[in-house]
């Protein structure tokens, strides 16, 4: 996992004022953790931007703010409905001697050869697991192998995901990853949980900050 060290300074303006600041290239953010203290802190806005561009949130990066160093991770970004350009970025910070549970995202490669010799239709249920370890342990992404799925009918499983050395699964083995069902107008049986749907997760919260 590629080592990313971003520099803070503490931010003493808040609420609204914080418009000015962005006017300046700056990005307000906040960090905040078990016994951490919420802390507002400043960004530059074009460093973080470049940074955090394709990090998951459970990539571990090291916030220098005023010389300490914090690990931390990407809780929450906030962008512009319109622009889409950064508003807010919520950080977490770790401690390295304790175990943390957070949400790692699934990446998924290869070729699925009852897609490619069958016309399979590849039906994604998942895009992340929750999981617990170390912060030294924390992978960015868990890769999914999608060349295992052969025939229609075939699906991929949590209790199936190959995982690090230290991490702990938290999210039930028993739900579905992905799955290949039969072309339309095509039935296939299938081992499918009861009631299985592909998931839409929707995130987001109310914006603390006027634009």
């Known amino acids: 996992m590629e080592n990313i060290v971003i520099e803070a300074t503490k931010r003493e303006v808040i609420g609204k004022k914080v418009k000015a600041l ?8 906040v960090v905040y953790g078990h016994q951490f ?20 949130s459970s990539h571990l990066i090291d916030l220098i703010v005023d010389g300490q160093k ?16 950064l508003l807010h970025i919520d950080f977490l910070a770790v401690s390295m001697t304790e175990a943390l549970r957070t949400f790692v995202p699934l990446e998924f490669e290869g070729e699925s050869p009852a897609v490619k010799d069958y016309g399979g239709v590849l039906v994604i249920g998942l895009e992340e ?34 995982m690090p050395t230290g991490v702990e699964v938290l999210s039930d083995g028993d739900e579905m990853v992905a ?5 339309e107008g095509e039935e296939v049986e299938a081992e499918i949980g009861e009631g299985f749907e592909p998931e839409v997760i ?3 919260k109310k914006e603390e900050e006027d634009f």
Do not use: M
Request: glycine share 6%.
């Open 129 to 162: 697991i929750e999981v617990e370890c170390l912060p030294k342990d924390l992978p960015e992404k868990i890769t999914v192998d999608l060349s295992k799925l052969e025939k229609i009918g075939d699906g991929i499983y949590i209790k199936d995901l190959v």
């Open 22 to 29: 962005r006017r300046q290239g700056k990005l307000p953010a």
């Open 37 to 56: 203290s919420a802390l507002p802190i400043l960004l530059d806005y074009r460093q973080a931007s470049r940074s955090l561009a394709g990090i998951s």
């Open 202 to 204: 929707e995130k987001g």
């Open 179 to 183: 799955l290949i069902t039969a072309p």
């Open 70 to 85: 914090i690990p931390v991770l990407v809780r929450e970004r906030q962008h512009h409905p319109i622009s889409g350009n």
